[in-house]
């Protein structure tokens, strides 16, 4: 009786070491990884900063995100929202994303952020599928967006809607939040205060206290805009973001959307406003019922046939 419970006991206490080892072995791993990654990327923030002299690196991101539809199809039910689209966003440029209503523009926002799910096709992100991956993992992977029609925490402050996105750059777990500890609270302060940045990037930041709700209308789409910049993106969706404006805001909003891209955020831009189309996107992807029609820079696009034909139309005097 006694011999088999020893076997037992030996057994038993062999597999509480080797489990104990491999969480402590795992807990060393992910920690030396993550200061790993610190390092390597302190290294590089302070290597660009003394080769290109620039000090202020606040939000930015070196450019060489990648982020590439590759013959995506999108169906519901029996309607081919997206047929074999391609195209590449990336390489610091902004790219615009043009067509009449119905062409599949939000559709292709709502795949690239893991929204929808492409029938066919794949999307990749520096090189990783992102096919299958919750949109949350997505936006931690640094793609960010702002919605055709404003989504924001209408009940929390212009702050707390930034702080929000931030989020997903922090650190801390659930431990921490409940127990309230020293540099879960350093922490917290960092993100207020990297959201404070971003809502003086897009010029709303004397409304932080303010709840959302309350804002104008055209603060509101600023605010979105902001949040989406809190959470560092490598890449920025941004859909219809002059709907509703009057020229004079959205003629603001084109200097924004070039500050965004100095940053060395990437952007993709939807918007059937052309004057903003035109004169901000370095590449114009032109969709129609779905199929990609053309592609080019601003000339070329506003020279097309089939993109005069299907959305521009002729001058009125011709
Ligand atoms: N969840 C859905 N279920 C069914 N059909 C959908 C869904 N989402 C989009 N569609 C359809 O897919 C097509 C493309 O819609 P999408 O919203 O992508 O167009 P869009 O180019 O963004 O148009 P707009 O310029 O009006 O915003 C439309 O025919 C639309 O009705
Ligand atoms: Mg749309």
């Keep these: 009786m006694v011999r088999p419970f020893k076997i037992f006991y030996r057994f038993a206490s062999l597999g509480f070491v080797a489990t104990r080892m491999q969480a402590v072995d795992f807990f060393w791993l992910t920690t030396y990884n993550r200061w790993a990654t610190e390092i390597y990327n302190q290294a ?73 799910q492409a029938s066919e096709g794949n999307v990749t992100f520096n090189g990783e599928t992102l096919l299958g991956k919750r949109p949350y993992v997505i936006f931690e992977k640094g793609i960010a967006r702002t919605f055709q029609n404003i989504r924001l925490f209408s009940a929390m402050t212009a702050i707390e809607n930034a702080m929000v996105a931030r989020h997903c750059r922090s650190k801390k777990g659930i431990v921490g939040a409940i127990l309230r500890t020293g540099s879960q609270k350093k922490e917290e302060a960092y993100i207020q205060e990297k959201a404070l940045e971003a809502l003086k990037f897009m010029g709303v930041d004397q409304y932080a206290d303010t709840v959302a709700s309350n ?28 709907a509703g404006m009057n020229p004079a805001e959205s003629s603001e909003l084109m200097k924004d959307i070039t500050r965004i891209s100095q940053l060395g955020i990437d952007v993709l831009l939807v918007e059937h406003d ?12 032109c969709v129609d019922h779905g199929v990609k029609i053309a592609e080019g820079d601003s000339h070329e696009i506003q020279n097309n046939p089939k993109v005069i034909e299907a959305y521009l139309g002729q001058p009125a005097n011709q």
């Design 274 to 285: 052309m004057k903003v189309v035109m004169g901000v996107c370095d590449h114009i992807v």
């Design 215 to 242: 804002l104008p209308y055209g603060l509101q789409r600023r605010l979105e805009i902001a949040r989406a910049i809190a959470s560092e993106p490598q890449v920025l969706l941004l859909d219809e973001p002059a």
């Design 44 to 116: 590089i923030e302070a290597l660009f900063k003394l080769f290109t002299g620039v000090k202020n690196l606040t939000g930015l991101m070196i450019c060489m995100a990648q982020l590439e539809l590759k013959n995506v199809s999108v169906k519901f039910g029996g309607l081919l929202a997206l047929s074999s689209l391609s195209f590449t966003i990336g390489g610091g440029k902004i790219v615009g994303l043009i067509g009449p209503n119905g062409a599949g523009k939000t559709t292709v926002f709502n795949v690239l952020t893991g929204v929808y």
